[in-house]
């Protein structure tokens, strides 16, 4: 199968130059390059030159794309999501609106509490007609990879149920799906009085299960005041270490405990949220290879303090914009309003917010060997937006800019 893309007339690669991701200024170099053709052969980016100079001969049935008023960026690498859901949060959305706290509602029975209970409900078979809705919307908007976590469950049958569906939505969807297990998202409310038992379910019973079922890439904690301790994270994730699973933390959210320490100290691929990160969490991700994945669309939507990206880029830490999309805090998924928010509200440049949502955004996933850029030897997930110029994407919100869709080298239509 072969595809050309040709006069593009900006091609927007966020070369990386071989390293796995960007930091610092590196960011503000998005490897822009003008009037160009794409080259891709079985899902895979073969050439990339200027137009006029492609000497190959193409197949017959090639796809040919003139894409003289378009512009091309990478597929967008959404790396931290609880896209795998049942029930809907409209209501509390509305006792927001009228002053409450999201843990206010969190201690009435809403909150986590409330899509637990929706998703223990629901079969595998229908939580995966939901889910794979909502991949196709994430796909007409540019998201191309996606991390999708378990802990709607909060038991083990109901935590292996959504991991065997977004396991199966992997293997038919196109959508790129990286597995998490989140057994620690919350307590469920049968553990209430006793936590510990919950902590041991979580480390001897589900964890072990998942490794062994091949359920999961990585192991993420909700470490905050209220859910898990810095040593009952620790434990899981030092468990989940032991059984060959990558590491991710939900990290100073709310209140700053330590998780970022830990983070950093366990080797983790990503940390995430940081909203309430201080000098002391920066310290310890300084010179690491642990990504932060910040979340502008929480902030956002709950109206809680942002993370301090900005702090993080200029401290060389590698930064990432991920959605966080769930039905509590955060029910939106598009990548492109996510970076309007960081250029808004977070002080990122939109060059800075696009190789947050890509390349570094794979690099949360460990994948950027293959994907978040839009290089010779890496899988062909392009986007073709008919936009003037790249800044135009975040500038112009709350509206699809995306033309056309390539996952793996191939045109998708959407019904
Ligand atoms: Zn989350």
Redesign the pocket.
């Known amino acids: 199968m072969q595809l050309l893309i040709e006069n593009i007339r900006e091609l927007v690669t966020v070369n990386g130059g071989g390293r796995p991701f960007k930091t610092g200024k590196e960011m503000r170099d998005l490897g822009v390059i003008k009037d160009v053709c794409v080259f891709v052969e079985d899902g895979i980016i073969r050439w990339i030159g200027s137009t006029g100079a492609f000497g190959l001969s193409l197949n017959r049935d090639a796809d040919v794309i003139d894409a003289s008023s378009l512009v091309a960026l990478p597929g967008f690498v959404d790396s ?1 999501t ?1 896209a795998l859901f049942a029930g809907s949060r409209e209501r509390e959305f509305a006792m927001r609106a009228e002053g409450k706290t999201y843990q206010e509602i969190a201690a009435e029975g809403g909150g986590i509490a409330s899509t637990v209970a929706s998703t223990r409900a629901t079969s595998k078979k229908e939580l995966k007609k939901l889910t794979s809705k909502r991949l196709d919307s994430m796909m007409k908007h540019g998201t191309t990879t996606v991390e999708i ?1 378990s802990g709607y469950g909060l038991d083990p049958d109901t935590e292996v149920k959504m991991l065997e569906a977004i396991k199966e939505l992997a293997d038919e969807h196109f959508m790129t799906i990286a597995p998490t297990f989140l057994g620690a998202h919350a307590v469920p409310s049968e553990y209430a009085q006793n936590k510990d038992a919950y902590v041991e379910l979580v480390c001897e019973h589900m964890l072990p299960y998942v490794a062994r079922k091949n359920l999961a890439r990585f192991c993420d904690v909700f470490c905050e005041q209220g859910y898990f301790t810095l040593e009952e994270s620790r434990r899981i994730l030092e468990r989940a270490k032991s059984l060959g699973l990558q590491l991710k933390i ?1 990290a100073d959210e709310f209140n700053a405990i330590g998780g970022t320490r830990l983070a950093a100290e366990l080797g983790a691929l990503s940390v ?1 949220h940081l909203e309430h990160i201080q000098a002391e969490g920066i310290k310890a991700l300084r010179g690491r290879e642990t990504i932060a994945v910040v979340l502008p669309g929480v902030s956002f939507f709950l109206r809680n303090p942002y993370a301090p990206a900005r702090a993080l880029i200029d401290a060389e830490i590698p930064v990432a914009i991920a959605s ?1 999309f ?1 039905p509590g805090s955060c029910m939106a998924f598009s990548m492109p309003l996510m970076m309007t928010i960081a250029c808004t509200q977070m002080s990122l440049t939109p060059e800075e917010a696009i190789c947050a949502a890509t390349l570094n955004g794979a690099a949360a996933l460990g994948l950027s060997s293959i994907l978040g850029s839009i290089e010779v030897g890496k899988q062909a997930d392009i986007i073709l937006y008919d936009i003037p110029d790249y800044r135009y994407l975040a500038y112009h919100f709350g509206t699809n800019l995306v033309a056309t869709v390539i996952k793996k080298g191939t045109i998708l239509e959407f019904s």
């Open positions: 931290h609880h976590k939900h995430d966080d769930n």
